[in-house]
């Protein structure tokens, strides 16, 4: 009874620390985050399906925790630093929408938690729950800047609750599965001409959230004496989200108050499912090597599309916008160090490829391949106690922006021409607890 009550309290903080706590910044391709573990982030998260190294592995391959044979909780966060600008290269204004301010940065800084369980139930069966953070995306442009009624403020934040369960076959081979509940929150902003209405200028802000359901599967194998691999499926996730759209500073009268009326609103986004192939290899007993591809189906997000709800005659609609993303894959190599009995030194590098062509880039998010270097250190304190520390420097490559955006026929289209550029930094660590 004691245990139970203990397990209950550990999982329910840890729910409530992640839905108050959460502040999200992309790192990998698109607006996914691979920050669900320190554990993993010091080799770039390769053999991430296949490595089932602590209670994380509920998370990245629930066959994976067959290897786990006691009773595990894993607590982690990581520390994000975005700096990134959009450099002004041309761009051109609509009458009444003059360029503003030719600084385009829209850095952040962010905060990832996350949490995971392991309950071995018998030889055979393990029971596992991993509350985390799968997608994120924070950019924020000062107000003013030159590309404003293209985008200001781009906020996506997630929580997914997953429950899984794994089942040994036998001493080479292990399957998993479970399910998810996953709440997404999004609040995208921009400035809004009213010139031709006798206003000014104003924020809209939209904001909504809603929550979606999935699965993922996995599969672990032995298939030498030295190599393990593990291949991972997560399915995609249709988030059905409601909301409202305001409008800042606009007429109070004529006809802009109609037109620009604030409502509720509701739309629709596919998050997309991934596959991930997984190795490690015991090159010596002291050295393990540890690769990974993974599969992302972007392709789902084609249009972002908002619906009024409740609105009044004569609302202007939201208009839509084309992103047409492509399926990407991301490759990871590492490799890990056993120092002593109770140091392990990692290291990692991963090549990610954007799904946006560069066609349809937005200003809200700039998005191109990257590279990731990793470095690592997991120190084992006790039999029953565990730390993570690593740090990941993530280097995109300079993104060309051409984006037109706004209403042709009224003259108003405004055109954002640059380059942008930047890096990340990443700063990961973990306490693993056997009890």
Not at 218 to 234: F, H, I, K, S
Request: aromatic share 10%.
């Amino acid at each position: 009874m004691t245990n139970t009550l203990f397990q209950f309290r550990i999982i329910r903080c840890a729910i409530a620390t992640l839905g108050l706590g959460l502040a999200s910044t992309s790192h990998a391709a698109g607006f996914a985050l691979l920050e669900q573990n320190a554990s993993g982030a010091g080799v770039a998260y390769a053999g991430k399906a296949a490595i089932g190294e602590d209670a994380s592995a509920a998370w990245f391959n629930p066959a994976s925790m067959s290897r786990l044979k006691q009773r595990q909780v894993v607590l982690g966060g990581h520390y994000i630093d975005l700096n990134g600008e959009v450099k002004n290269e041309g761009s051109t204004a609509a009458p009444g929408r003059p360029l503003g301010s030719s600084t385009g940065e829209f850095g952040d800084e962010g905060y990832i938690p996350n949490f995971h369980l392991v309950l071995p139930f018998n030889d055979r069966i393990n029971f596992g729950l991993s509350v985390a953070t799968p997608f994120g995306l924070k950019t924020d442009f000062q107000g003013d800047w030159y590309g404003r009624f293209q985008g200001v403020t781009s906020d996506i934040k997630s929580v997914n609750i997953n429950p899984s369960a794994s089942y040994k076959l036998n001493e080479q081979w292990a399957v998993g599965g479970g399910v998810s509940a996953q709440k997404l929150d999004a609040k995208l902003s921009s400035q809004i001409n009213y010139a031709p209405f006798g206003g000014t200028e104003g924020l809209t802000t939209i904001a909504g959230d809603g929550w979606g359901y999935g699965f993922n599967l996995g599969l672990m194998g032995q298939v030498t004496p030295t190599t393990r691999v593990g291949v991972a499926y997560r399915s995609a996730i249709e988030q059905d989200l409601e909301g409202n759209v305001t409008f800042d500073n606009r007429p109070a009268a004529g006809p802009a108050a109609t037109l620009f009326a604030n409502s509720e609103l509701s739309s629709k986004i596919r998050l997309p499912s991934s596959l991930s192939i997984s190795s490690v290899t015991e090159l010596t007993p002291k050295w393990q090597v540890l690769t990974d591809a993974t599969w992302t189906e972007w392709s789902t997000i084609q249009k972002l599309d908002f619906q009024r709800q409740n609105a009044p005659a004569g609302a202007a609609a939201l208009s839509v916008q084309d992103y047409e993303w492509k399926n990407s894959w991301r490759f990871a190599l590492g490799g890990i160090y056993k120092y002593s009995d109770t140091i392990n030194l990692k290291a990692g590098l991963a090549y990610d490829m954007t799904p946006v062509p560069d066609e349809r880039r937005k200003v809200r998010l700039p998005d191109e391949d990257r590279i990731t270097l990793a470095v690592g250190s997991q120190y084992k304190f006790d039999k029953a106690i565990t730390f993570d520390v690593a740090f990941q420097y993530v280097m995109p490559d300079k993104a060309k922006v051409d984006s037109t955006e706004g209403n042709a026929a009224a003259g108003q289209q405004t055109r954002v021409l640059g380059t942008a550029e930047g890096d990340a930094f990443i700063l990961s660590g973990q306490v693993s607890y056997k009890f």
